[in-house]
């Protein structure tokens, strides 16, 4: 409690060379300003009853203040470090005791001691750490002149360490949920589908991202056999009667198609096509991995699923482990030769020994009984040595429970000399049960952490939450030729050779993945280039802060996957569309001239028999010239040769031509082009540009509406854009095909769809040009009801929100 602010006698320095190692020691334990806490509750009441006082408080100092994280009988909640009572306590390292303030030339002048609320006894216990420090006190406060009785000082002792190890307790628990913290976002950045199965193939776990690639809920996957569950028949008997002659032994068409490669020391990658939900094939890359505990036996198969067309992210939920810790304070009277008993034992006997204090009274015996017997003669031989050497005992040891079974306990107590030769202890026991369980948990935590980091295919890395590199996956020391060095994130991109797409410019600081997720970014499929080994690496990159359990940042996670082969092989479907595009362009303007020459009969009147011919000719000569223009429009944007004339021009005019240039088309499958409101507004584009990505919006509308609708094209402003809409009345756009709207070669799969043709590059050239011009495209739709499409540019100058 506080002390006088006017005192005398000068307070216990607070500049002493182990206060600043003090205050760290405290802010370790994270316990400041934490709210209040039935467990430490339990303490302080306890306190005051066995101490019969009105207030007892748990009391911790830092360097301005004393905080009280629980408190019986006062109301505030922290008081200044300057008039503090605690300050004393924790200057020495036993009680400190004042039995009347108003003699105490230290207190007597104190405003609390004069007034409310009139503090006239005080006794403190230091709440020292297992290294030495002093974080605060237990003490107990009277408004009568007293004086603690040994065993309620030793009591008060007991008690002050019984605290302190539920300290521990809570540190260890919040280390166990950063653990907990870190594996999770590593298992949450990883891009492939897993599922884990039980060493018979049963289906135990399963990611989201799995549940989004083959369409199947957990719960729907959960308990069943993985191979009869997503695997065709026929493909399972393929590939056994295939294993079975290469590895020359019999295989069933089961799940030891997939594990049996890893008998024999084999981690095959294998193509597979999976059942999907909706009875669709879903064509992967599967990997299968065992998973083993510490004594090396099989605990079932990790199965990484990565869709050859689009890869997610990793996630497998692990589950934390929270235990409370109870115990029971003793008084022990040893006596080398004779019978030794309990003088006072605590309720708690009973969750410990399953024995009341009853049994204890007068025998030592019933607690030697209930110890394991293994443990028992290591158990005594300690008691009689901390009795001779009269140093404090500390014992871990088992303890048979007549209904818990097996547990660990702690114990701990500190000897005293009596006048006739015996020893007196006083101390506690704790059930350390849970804190065991949370230990081993931890260690199979780790080693599954470090077994599932080497089983991806992926780069790992994280940092803490200063920006300090904290771990390297060996795939990402392979890829990087290095391991983690000790570089502030400015450093990163020189030193690692981080590069962007091009893999010529390199990588800011600011935009490293990692950096971005340890500033609070969630980053997603980041594509960047890292040279490994002098060769140029394609990643793509996925990275999350990550947050202790009270929210606080603790540093960022980031997983990169090799998209190297896969920048391959579109750099030479590029090349190939580019050159046979080139070649059959010239021809195909040949024909497609000579056709039209015929059929305006140039070239003399053509027969009647070979008109409908011809008209197919020509339609066919028209949609190939408009596909290989597309084509090669995406090679120039691809190859940035494309050359944008951007002019300040006004909207409505440019909207206007559009609609003059596609009536024909609207006209012929029967739908009108209206145009509606739009502002008297100037953007900077490049015309030509603009009007192509109008017609293909415009043409697509005719093209999916009914006969005799209407396609509206409109624009208004907003945030200092205007934004031009193309809205029709067709059947709209499906779920599955939103994602590839956009997409190069993309149409939906609906048989209406295919009947009207076009090449599935025009709105991906829209796409393209829209952000060139420094804009944005995106839709709106719900099947069945129509479709709009749009596009924002930036306005040039001011204009008025459109209502």
Known sequence: MESPQHSTTPMPSTVQPRELSRLAALLRYEILDTPEDSAFDDFTALAAQMCDTPIALISLVDDRRQWFKSRVGLDVSETPREISFCTYTIAGEEIFEVPDTLQDPRFCNNPLVL?????????????????????????????????????????????????????????????????????????????????????????????????RLLGYSEQALVGHPLTAALFRPEALQRRALLLSSELQMPLEADFSVLTAPLHRGRRDMSEWRLRHQNGNEVPVLLGVSAIHDEQEHLRGYLVNAYDLAYQEQLQLRLQQIAAQVPGMLFQFHWRADGPSCFPYVSEGVEQIYGLSPGQLAGSFAPIVGRVHGPDRSALLISIRKAASELTPWHSEHRVEHPRKGLIWVEARATPLQQADGTVLWHGFVTDITARKAEQLELDKQQEMNRRLLEALSEAVIACDAEGNLTLFN???????????????????????????????????????????????????????????????????????????????????VVVLHDITERKRIERLQREFISTVSHELRTPLTSITGALALICSNVMGEVPESMHELLEIAQQNSQRLSALIDDLLDMDKLHAGKMRFDMLEQALQPQLELALRSNGSYAERHGVQLHLGACPAVSVTVDAMRLQQVLSNLLSNAAKFSPAGERVDLSARVSDGKVRVSVRDQGPGISDEFRARVFQKFAQADSSDSRQQGGTGLGLAISKELIEHMGGQIGFESEPGQGACFWFELPIQGQAKESP
């Open 115 to 211: 007034g409310d609320p009139q503090i006239r006894f005080y006794a403190g216990a230091p709440l020292t750490t297992p290294d030495g420090y002093n974080l605060g006190t237990l003490c107990v406060i009277d408004r009568q002149p007293r004086r603690l009785s040994a065993e309620q000082r030793d009591i008060l002792e007991r008690l002050g360490r019984q605290v302190i190890r539920l300290f521990e307790q809570q540190l260890l628990a919040h280390r166990h949920a950063e653990q907990a913290a870190l594996q999770q976002a590593i298992l949450d950045s990883a891009s492939s589908a897993v599922l884990v199965t039980r060493p018979d193939g049963v289906v135990t776990s399963v990611n989201p991202t799995a549940e």
């Open 474 to 556: 060996e795939k990402a020391k392979q890829w990087h030729g290095a391991d983690v060095a000790p570089l502030s994130p400015s450093e990163w991109a020189r030193h690692y050779r981080l590069y962007r797409a091009d893999g010529v410019t390199p990588l800011e600081p600011e935009e490293i993945p990692l950096r971005r997720a340890l500033n609070g970014e969630h980053v997603i499929d980041h594509e960047m280039v890292l040279l490994s080994n002098g060769a140029p690496r394609h990643v793509l990159s996925n990275a999350d802060p990550l947050y202790t359990s009270d929210g606080q940042r603790m540093g960022a």
